[in-house]
């Protein structure tokens, strides 16, 4: 089972791998998508994929900045509109700030765990919260246009 599938990461694991399937699913989204997959947009996702933690977009602004080059808070934001547009990066709205998309090899409608003392975020693509959501919703006579499932908690590794 790989960390993605487990919820959070175990501690000590091989980040570099996430960050390599993550860049290599991008592509592939992008391919199939037909879209570019920029300098400056591949740049935005290895930063918020570089980290377990949600990132807000002016701390992607400063991490891009101390490449070398300035970079205004529009070329930030354009970069994740895309980003979020491809399925490739969330926005957490609890926190005003980003993650990227583990599953995004494939069609899901996303939960997210948010550790409250790290801020580590664990994401899942739990079939049955989105069925229940969407049933109990049109049982209510509403119509879902979007599911967006913010829990937080303490986890594991904080609750030892």
Same mark, same amino acid.
């Given at each position: 089972?790989?960390?993605?599938?487990?919820?959070?990461? &175990?501690?000590?694991?091989?980040?570099?791998? $996430? *960050?390599?399937?993550?860049?290599?699913?991008? %592509?592939?989204?992008?391919?199939?998508?037909?879209?570019?997959?920029?300098?400056?947009?591949?740049?935005?996702?290895?930063?918020?994929?570089?980290?377990?933690?949600?990132?807000?977009?002016?701390?992607?602004? &400063?991490?891009?900045?101390?490449? @070398?080059?300035? =970079?205004?808070?529009?070329?930030?934001?354009?970069?994740?509109?895309?980003?979020? &547009?491809? @399925?490739?990066?969330?926005?957490?709205?609890?926190?005003?700030?980003?993650?990227? $998309?583990?599953?995004?090899?494939? %069609?899901?409608?996303?939960?997210?765990?948010? !550790?409250?003392? $790290?801020?580590?975020?664990? %994401? *899942?693509?739990? =079939?049955?919260?989105?069925?229940?959501?969407?049933?109990?919703?049109?049982?209510?006579?509403?119509?879902?246009?979007?599911?967006?499932?913010?829990?937080?908690?303490? $986890?594991?590794? !904080?609750?030892?």
């Amino acid at each position: 089972m790989t960390a993605a599938q487990q919820g959070f990461p &175990e501690r000590g694991h091989d980040h570099a791998a $996430c *960050l390599l399937q993550i860049l290599s699913n991008a %592509e592939a989204v992008c391919q199939q998508h037909k879209v570019r997959l920029t300098p400056q947009r591949r740049q935005v996702l290895e930063i918020v994929a570089g980290s377990h933690s949600p990132l807000g977009a002016y701390d992607i602004l &400063e991490q891009m900045d101390s490449s @070398g080059r300035r =970079s205004a808070p529009i070329t930030v934001y354009r970069a994740l509109d895309f980003l979020i &547009e491809q @399925g490739l990066v969330h926005r957490l709205t609890s926190l005003n700030a980003f993650t990227a $998309c583990v599953h995004s090899d494939s %069609e899901h409608i996303a939960q997210f765990l948010i !550790c409250r003392a $790290c801020r580590t975020v664990a %994401e *899942l693509k739990s =079939s049955r919260v989105a069925q229940t959501i969407q049933q109990d919703a049109e049982h209510a006579g509403f119509a879902v246009a979007q599911q967006a499932v913010e829990v937080t908690g303490i $986890c594991r590794d !904080c609750g030892v």
